[in-house]
């Protein structure tokens, strides 16, 4: 067998392995399930990050995604469920998709919060029928240093991102197209 025809096997193999990885998640978790995901995230944001209980009360509305699992070699794409809160009840569930190319390997789960601070931007948010980070609508990812409180911060964005792994806030990604769609529970 040559070397092409190795790497193309070797690829087609991959890429099934994958495939198989990913059937589970099309499984869609339930609304139980999803809620106390959203719970558990909404209690760690809370606990990490000073000043987040003060700063959600200002939130017109609270996108949360306990788990989302992005898996890649080469080709990577990524998917989670969660649930639109509105002063503190959900309302909808969502859920998010993105694929990418480029160099990346491995499995990597995280939790996403999106907190919309202007009425306007969750009323655009809740009125399309599949909104588009960094088309439909900007979401300003958060960093700071770990002495300062999130309410010490100046921010006027109307979206604004958070983003956790295992280990805590993470730094240094995006969310432009990830794609955000209303699924019925």
């Known amino acids: ?12 193999a991959l890429i099934t ?14 609304s139980y399930e999803i809620n106390v995901g959203v719970k ?7 606990n990490e990050i000073p000043g987040g209980s003060e ?8 996108l949360i995604f306990p788990s989302v699992i992005k898996a890649g070699f080469g080709i990577g794409g990524e998917y989670g469920e969660g649930a639109l809160q509105i002063g503190g009840k959900t309302k909808a569930y969502y859920s998010t998709a993105a ?4 160099l990346q390997l491995g499995v990597q789960s ?5 907190v919309f601070m202007t009425n306007d931007a969750l009323k655009s948010f809740q009125s399309s029928e599949g909104w588009k980070a960094g088309v ?12 300062e409180d999130i309410n010490t911060l100046d921010i006027k964005d109307p979206i604004i991102g958070f983003v956790f792994s295992n280990k805590g806030l993470m730094y240094n990604l995006t969310l432009e197209g990830s794609k955000f769609t209303k699924i019925v529970k």
Do not use: C, H, Y
């Open 1 to 12: 067998m040559s070397l092409s025809n190795r790497l193309f096997t070797f690829t087609l």
């Open 136 to 147: 439909d609508g900007s979401v300003a990812l958060i960093e700071w240093g770990a002495a």
């Open 110 to 114: 995280k939790s996403v919060v999106l």
């Open 40 to 46: 558990e995230t909404l209690k760690r944001f809370r």
């Open 99 to 102: 694929a990418s190319i480029g």
């Open 55 to 62: 700063f959600l009360k200002q939130a017109k509305g609270v």
């Open 17 to 30: 392995s994958f495939g198989l990885f990913i059937s589970p998640i099309s499984n869609a978790a339930s």
